[in-house]
């Protein structure tokens, strides 16, 4: 854990879970919080709103992403001008497109403009950074949420793609590089060698922060009892010639 100590970059926690939430909250290493429609969804969550009242009341003064529900700009727009409303803490999470595609950059101006703290998700693309920045106001903090995870999944490394995004993102001072959906806890590392200022972890690979700087040669010990312990109880045999294994 003391390994984590020296890094510049900010964990924030991506899930949906309550409970996780509330105990998550009094961890030093947890800067912020962050959900979306599908985490929601799978915790089982029904009303979105006092779901949202009830994480800020739990992490006040913490960062809180909240997205959008709408697919369409006129809407979406409605909807991010309420869910600010909600706190100070708040960030918006705007998608950069529609489903059929369509930039939603013009929404992230008008409401940057306004006020509006955001947090432009579902970015996989140079392009859709270099869109987004420009719309950007330099006056009002924002997020720039890069699905680095995402992009590796398809094969291609992220961390150039990061790199030059954090590069890009400099034009702007207030807002924030964020890389999303990590496979694995390297992944922080990574990014924080890219400069990135956020780094969303689910809360599965929280719980697996004890790891950092883990001892290998006993975690290999570990891993071989695991698979002793577990052929045991489930009762393995393998027939042999006990003459020959003699």
């Avoid at 709408?70 to 409605?78: G, K």
């Avoid at 929280?206 to 290999?220: H, M, P, V, W």
Wanted: glycine share 6%; aromatic share 6%.
């Amino acid at each position: 854990m003391q390994s984590l100590d020296h890094l510049a970059i900010k964990l924030f926690a991506d899930g949906a879970e309550l409970d996780s939430i509330s105990k998550l909250a009094a961890n030093p290493l947890i800067r912020g919080f962050t959900t979306n429609p599908t985490l929601m969804r799978k915790a089982g969550v029904t009303d979105y709103a006092a779901f949202a009242k009830e994480i800020l009341a739990l992490v006040p003064g913490l960062p809180v992403s909240f997205e959008v529900l709408a697919d369409d700009l006129p809407t979406m727009e409605a909807q991010a001008l309420k869910i600010a409303s909600w706190g100070p803490n708040v960030n918006v999470k705007i998608p950069v497109t529609t489903s059929d595609g369509t930039s939603t950059a013009a929404l992230v101006h008008s409401l940057s403009s306004q006020g509006v703290q955001v947090n432009v998700t579902a970015i996989f693309t140079r392009d859709q950074v270099r869109e987004v920045i420009e719309a950007l106001s330099i006056d009002t903090p924002a997020i720039i949420s890069v699905f680095a995870g995402r992009v590796a999944d398809c094969g291609i490394d992220p961390v150039p793609l990061m790199s030059d995004c954090a590069a890009m993102i400099k034009s702007k001072p207030k807002t924030e590089l964020l890389w999303a959906s990590p496979r694995e806890l390297f992944n922080i590392f990574q990014a924080d060698s890219t400069g990135c200022h956020i780094i969303t972890v689910g809360h599965d690979l929280l719980a697996k922060l004890a790891l950092i700087g883990k001892d290998q040669l006993a975690f290999s010990r570990e891993t071989v009892e695991m698979f002793v312990k577990d052929a045991a109880a489930a009762g393995f045999t393998i027939d042999i010639d006990q003459s020959a294994a003699a």
